[in-house]
């Protein structure tokens, strides 16, 4: 492995948490603000199980190749098989490369208006503005996004400490324990699945990795366990701090501190995209890479430059945005990853031993708790609250 690709664990654990780290996570507080604090602590905790589970064995996956193959590739391999194999990769390639420009469509949306917020520029010139932030980095290679997803995190937490710290200085309100359970339940699943959701950075994870394997499930689950963290202080702080929740929760809860933190919360949404868009979109470079056979610098104008073109035609807001790509991700990730690595394990397990695998965990019962996981997942997205 070149030193350009090699990561250490804390990039390849915060490789991970940035791609989940993103604006949605932003939208959880209003969400729990409909169920409780006890359900939303339940739900927290059975989504990170969920997604653990799914993200491990996709690293179990990614960590059998002999070479690095991304998402379209092993479902390539492992589930589209016979006559209409090629044809199965090309319409999944189509569907992946969609959900995966909506996303970052989104984040280039959401931050070009924090951008107009802040300094009074017009909303197209800070979405290219971020795009440039934003598609820059990813040109430099995996070593540099490992290098900046550390500072841009390390940064975010600095300023989760702030906001906390200033917090408590204001009076906090009351935070309902529990309220009846409903679509707002789902609706909340599905929106703390997504901000978990960082499948498609985990053959970056494993590839920086591979000179130790026995780091990938521990990055994997640092790196989700992170981002949980995150959710469960920017929704309590926000519960206890906002006179009215508002959907997008940096708004009350920072309104109670004064400007200094709504600057600095902007600042932190800002980050948070960022660090999204540079997982997400590295990702989208190395699947064309892999199934265009085009030259790293075409495949990356290829995978940032069209999210540019959806976010200035404005074709949706920042909320209908995330929970489009929600829905969408959920779906393809319940119908089609679990019998993929069904296929996979029932391959290695004639050919001879794994290096590594999450042995039990990755066994029929747990595959299944993971459909319906990501099924729920699909519906908390689409629910009418």
């Known amino acids: 492995m070149t030193l350009k690709k090699r990561l250490t664990f804390v990039e390849a654990a915060c490789i991970v948490t940035g791609y989940g780290v993103g604006g ?17 602590l ?59 420009f909506t996303s970052m469509a989104a984040y280039i949306v959401g931050a070009g208006e924090i951008v107009t917020n802040l300094t009074g520029l017009p909303l197209w010139a800070g979405e290219l503005l971020f795009y440039g932030l934003a598609a820059g980095v990813v040109a430099f290679g995996l070593k540099v996004l490992g290098i900046s997803e550390k500072y841009a995190i390390a940064a975010i937490a600095v300023i989760f400490i702030i906001l906390t710290a200033g917090t408590a200085g204001v009076p906090l309100q009351a935070v309902p324990l ?16 997504f901000c978990f959701s960082s499948f498609f950075s985990i053959p970056q994870a494993v590839e920086g990795l591979s000179w130790n394997k026995k780091l990938i499930p521990k990055a994997v689950l640092a790196g989700i366990g992170l981002n949980m963290l995150f959710v469960v ?71 940032t430059l069209p ?3 959806l976010a200035l035609a404005g074709l949706a807001s920042f909320l209908e945005f995330m929970r489009i790509v929600g829905g969408g991700i959920a779906v393809v990730v319940a119908l089609l990853l679990i019998p993929a690595y069904r296929q996979f394990r029932a391959q290695h397990s004639t050919a001879g031993a794994l290096e590594w695998s999450i042995g039990l965990w990755g066994g029929t019962a747990f595959q299944i708790l993971v459909i319906a996981g990501y099924l729920l997942t699909a519906v908390g997205s689409f629910v009418q609250i």
């Open 233 to 303: 202080l920017v929704t309590f702080c926000a519960l206890a701090a906002s006179e009215e929740v508002t959907e997008v929760a940096i708004i009350g809860w920072t309104s109670a501190m004064g400007r200094w933190a709504l600057i600095l919360g902007s600042v932190f949404i800002f980050l948070a995209m960022l660090t999204t868009y540079w997982s997400v979109s590295y990702a989208l470079v190395v699947i064309i890479k892999e199934r265009l056979g085009w030259s790293e610098r075409l495949s990356w104008l290829a995978a």
């Open 178 to 193: 529990f309220m009846r359970p409903g679509n707002a339940t789902l609706a909340l699943f599905g929106m703390i699945m």
């Open 24 to 40: 949605g996570i932003m939208a959880v507080p209003y969400l729990a603000s409909l169920n409780g604090a006890v359900t939303t």
């Open 42 to 100: 339940i739900v927290l905790v059975a989504a990170y199980l969920f997604s653990a589970l799914l993200h491990l064995m996709i690293a179990e996956m990614c960590a059998g190749e002999k070479e690095s193959l991304q998402v379209v590739e092993l479902f390539r391999k492992y589930l589209f098989k016979g006559r209409f194999e090629n044809l199965l990769a090309w319409l999944f390639f189509g569907l992946l490369a969609l959900i995966l």
């Open 307 to 309: 999210t540019l073109g």
